[in-house]
């Protein structure tokens, strides 16, 4: 079974960072590629960043590029988003997802219809 566990998130002000971090288990975290999404109060849930099987590779959304920053570790099945620069529109539930298939490539990251595990998710305010 395999199970995402988010942690690090809160409340912070704007121009603030925050680092979240994702503890995997059940699975071969090292074949799978993890992505960070969120959900804003009322909206749908939008893509933040994806990481590929290595770590090598990295994708990030317009709106968090250069802000952002997701990595991972292989040794304890971890993956993390950085982030910084935070804005009041970054407020949102960020959620933790593992790819269904193995070694998929970055460049299809941004599709959510692409992972088959989902944490329960962690919150992130960020007041003006």
């Known amino acids: 079974q395999v199970q995402l566990v988010e942690s690090g998130g809160g409340l912070v002000q704007a121009g603030g960072s925050l680092t979240l971090s994702c503890a995997a288990s059940?699975?071969?975290?090292?074949?799978?590629?993890m992505a960070w999404f969120r959900q804003a109060p009322g909206k749908g849930r939008e893509f933040a960043a994806a990481?590929?099987?290595?770590?090598?590779?990295?994708a990030y959304a317009d709106s968090v590029k250069g802000r952002f920053t997701i990595s991972r570790d292989n040794t304890k099945n971890t993956v993390v988003l950085q982030l910084s620069g935070l804005k009041p529109e970054d407020t949102a539930i960020y959620y933790c997802a593992r790819s269904r298939a193995r070694y998929a490539p970055v460049a299809a990251g941004s599709y959510a219809g692409s992972y088959e595990y989902w944490g329960q998710g962690t919150q992130v305010t960020v007041s003006s």
């Open positions: 990481i590929s099987t290595s770590g090598r590779d990295t």
């Open positions: 059940g699975g071969a975290f090292s074949s799978y590629r």
